[in-house]
């Protein structure tokens, strides 16, 4: 099949931090296809195009438009403010089965721009309970009928959800009931995958993809793929390994 990765940025600031995710993936995978979506033309020895898109103006909505003319089969979307730390060739071995993989949201509840949102009693439209509740910057996707209904659905509840709030920012809170709302075969990527090291997150083998802005990524990668055994990295104090949950289990526990 034909794969590759694609990035969508609009924006001088968005396209700088595309092309350095875009670096750390063509160190790692060199031989992996890496396409652009900008509103303006750009060459860079880390990405093989770039497809220039009229911007609305709107860079989260941008994105799913961008999202939305992969050139590929098989599709894995990141975010700009991604790392590769390592291959990850073995996640295009999963749309044989799925249609969409993502990873949880480590985000699941909160407030912000005035919305409360607490995942255990999120509903549909039909009263039903919404879950998984997904993020959705780092999104393997298969090129099909069904994706593309998913990703128009996507847009157009994306684009309703800023207007009624009068934001310009959050495709995040449409994705997750038009995923529900979709027939697709959803498979759930584990945190290594898309590993968002702003927030604890507990991890176990070697994390592929960061997702975080930090003024040194690549230290981040070598201090949470110090080890692989199940662990935990806390933005403030770095990584808790399975050595130290040990030693904290005997001192407070025993």
Known sequence: ?????????????FIAEALNSAA????????????LFSDESVKAECIDKCIVIKSSQNGYLDKIMGMSQSPY???LFLDTDTYICSDFSELFTLPEKYDIGVVLAEHRTGEASGVTWDYQISKDSNDKWLYPIVNSGVILYR????????????FVLAKQQMQERGIKHGDQPAFVPTLHKNDLREVILAPEYNCRFVYPVGVCGTVKILHGRHKNLQKIAEEINSDIGPRIFHPRWGLISNRKLKLLKKIFFI
Do not use: Q
Request: charged share 20%; no cysteine.
């Open 1 to 13: 099949m034909n794969v590759g990765v694609i990035y969508v940025a609009t924006g001088s600031k």
């Open 24 to 35: 750390s993936l063509k160190e790692k995978m060199p031989n992996l296809d890496i396409t």
């Open 73 to 75: 089969d098989w599709t």
């Open 143 to 154: 090129k099909s009928s069904k994706i593309n209904n998913f990703f128009s659905d996507w």
